[in-house]
């Protein structure tokens, strides 16, 4: 009687092929992980692009200005209406039933913070192009804003203030918040001909991931701080530096204030500049001219970057 031998793989070899796989999977996850950054990076871009061209389509609109960082009454930025800069270029946006509802609170006379039905709609409206894709939090787009104590939709691009430090300048000069050096700040409505630095060379709104920062009332408590794009939001917690941000110290630092800019994108941050091209910056630009850039009339030239 003859037997035929069977052949089958040895211990060995399963290994050493499992092995392999291991191998080729670790050299395919980077690859794809950085596909899928890249494709968000160029989203968030997109975004961006967009946000600039509703700002010029407002500004043709209105003698060449920007828009008002936030409404305010006179003589304090932290009350009154709120709405911000954002909330007005909505109907350049493809979003003009949320822009008309602005428009009709402000005619109205009523604050972000209404209690009435229809404001508390508006403040949760969720605007996609305001999100960049590679920030986590904006899985869950909602959250409560401590102080106001109501639900407002997250933003990933606040407007820039200048390169000032905005909380220093609230706390011991409230009279300067009218003259930020930057594009928004209250009741602003900057012209392009006041930006003498170029439009091109003066960023206008630039990126903020919601990330954990010191807390307000506790600084050894790490706490979430989500941006959003409807305004000032009258007796919320830092409200006034969710729509704007300050440009007096670096973007994506190691310890990040609340008015600070930030991106969870590798490297830098995307901003768009006041002419409405978008750049992506990276970390290793030096901390003066992003202040350079953040100001629309210091002077200074900013050469190569």
């Given at each position: ?28 996850l980077p690859a794809v ?9 160029s989203s968030c871009t ?260």
């Open positions: 009687m003859h037997f035929r031998s069977r052949h089958a793989f040895t211990l060995v070899e399963l290994l050493v092929v499992i092995a392999i796989i291991g191998v080729l999977i670790g050299l395919l992980q950085a596909a899928r950054e890249a494709a968000r990076r997109n975004n961006l692009r967009q946000i600039g061209l509703a700002i010029h389509n407002y500004a043709h609109g209105s003698r060449e200005r920007f828009p008002e960082g936030w409404l305010c009454d006179a003589g304090n930025a932290e009350t009154g209406l709120g709405w911000g800069w954002a909330s007005r270029i909505l109907p350049h946006m493809e979003e003009s039933a949320v822009g008309n509802a602005v428009t009709g609170h402000i005619q109205a006379g009523r604050k972000i913070v209404d209690a009435s039905a229809a404001s508390a709609a508006t403040r949760m409206v969720v605007v996609n192009s305001f999100l960049c894709p590679s920030d986590p939090a904006n899985g869950n787009p909602i959250f409560e804003m401590h102080g106001a104590e109501q639900d407002f939709s997250r933003s990933n691009y606040p407007g820039m203030f200048g390169a000032e430090h905005v909380e220093e300048v609230i706390e011991d000069h409230p009279d300067e918040l009218f003259a930020g050096n930057g594009i928004f700040f209250a009741e602003s409505r900057v012209e392009f001909r006041s930006v003498t630095d170029g439009l091109s060379k003066t960023i206008m709104v630039a990126e903020r991931d919601a990330r954990e920062i010191p807390g307000h009332d506790d600084p050894t408590e790490m706490e979430q701080f989500d941006s959003v794009w409807i305004g000032m939001a009258e007796g919320g917690e830092e409200a006034i530096v969710r729509v704007v941000g300050g440009g007096e110290e670096m973007f994506n630092s190691a310890a990040p204030h609340a008015e600070d800019f930030r991106s969870r994108h590798p490297n830098g941050i995307n901003v768009v500049f006041a002419d409405g091209h978008v750049e992506f910056l990276t970390n290793s630009l030096s901390e003066t001219v992003f202040q350079r850039m953040s100001q629309r009339n210091d002077g200074q030239v900013i050469g190569q970057y």
